[in-house]
């Protein structure tokens, strides 16, 4: 049943308890001795009918006010929600001409500065190896001159990663499958903070649908964020299970956690809480999760730290 015939049925509701209304008045004033003649004549169906066309309508007129009230309400509710649905398609709209700006701009500087940075870092990589080896204080300035630059060109990549747009090639592929190439790539960090790392997945998990070297990516750049978060001999957990149709991948730590307040903007692009970081290495994971439909996001772990989950799409079945 739709709601305006919903609404409808309060004035037929309302006419019919009118009617039923003036039969009782009618009956009841009969029952009392109330006689109604008119030149001798009884017309108490006349009255009767007089009573109940008055109330019926009466009823009609309640019932139609009933229903435009109720009407009226649920108009307000649909209005409301479309222009709470407009504002935040404008939201959307401003945040995606934003980042578009951002994406521009970001790509020029990148342009710009990645060929000097390669000309300054060869320039004090020579200077490094033409120095004395009684000059100590040549080779500490050289060696911070080429951490620098490599952290600028780390920032300029961020740059360009966020800039780029996505190519994905998914495939099917196995949540293990995954989590060993990303482990591989993160193992010589991992050990050099003394950092445990767990496993906790189940055979029998689909595969799911995802670009391989895309989702490394973001793999690894979480449990980078989890070993720099993490005390030495801290704990990272690898986990994956179906969630709700889902294959969701976890890393969890047992670093201090994101506070609340912080977990909707730590995938802002250029947001950061590191005195050091750029604040492009969440934002890039999250463009890529959800460029392939599916969801990034971060909570708590059971006993305090982080965790932070991807949720993909389950494999397709092969044609």
């Not at 030149?39 to 008055?54: E, I, P, Y």
């Not at 108009?75 to 521009?104: C, F, H, M, N, P």
């Not at 439909?293 to 991807?310: D, K, L, Q, S």
Request: hydrophobic share 50%.
């Amino acid at each position: 049943m739709t709601t305006t015939e919903t609404f409808r049925r309060a004035r037929w509701w309302g006419a019919a308890g009118g009617a039923l209304l003036g039969a009782i008045d009618t009956a009841t004033l009969v029952r009392l001795g109330v006689a109604f003649q008119m030149n001798g004549r009884d017309v108490t169906w006349l009255v009767a009918a007089f009573f109940g066309s008055s109330f019926t309508l009466l009823g009609y007129l309640v019932g139609w006010a009933v229903e435009a009230r109720r009407r009226e309400g649920h108009a307000a509710v649909v209005i409301r929600a479309q222009t709470e649905a407009i504002g935040a398609a404008r939201t959307r709209v401003a945040q995606s001409e934003k980042l578009a700006a951002l994406g521009q701009l970001a790509a020029a500087i990148a342009h710009e500065v990645r060929n000097p940075l390669a000309v300054i870092r060869s320039a004090a990589q020579g200077l490094a190896e033409a120095r004395t080896p009684a000059d100590a204080e040549a080779e500490r300035a050289s060696a911070f001159i080429m951490a620098e630059i490599d952290r600028l060109a780390n920032i300029v990549n961020s740059l360009l990663a966020f800039a780029r747009p996505l190519h994905v090639e998914p495939r099917s592929v196995s949540p293990g499958e995954l989590f060993d190439r990303a482990v591989l790539l993160a193992t010589e960090e991992l050990t050099a903070k003394h950092i445990r790392l767990a496993r906790d997945e189940s055979a029998a998990l689909p595969a799911a649908w995802a670009d391989p070297d895309l989702l490394c990516q973001v793999l690894l750049g979480l449990l980078a964020n989890a070993a720099e978060a993490v005390p030495a001999g801290g704990e990272i957990t690898l986990g994956a299970r179906m969630s709700d149709g889902a294959v969701e991948l976890a890393v969890d730590d047992s670093g201090p956690g994101v506070p609340q307040e912080l977990r909707e903007r730590i995938f802002e692009p250029f947001f950061t809480t590191r005195p050091r970081g750029t604040g492009l290495g969440l934002a890039v994971a999250k463009q890529i999760v959800e460029a392939h439909g599916g969801h990034i996001g971060v909570g708590e772990r059971p006993g305090g730290g982080a965790r932070f989950t991807v949720r993909l799409p389950v494999a397709r079945m092969a044609a």
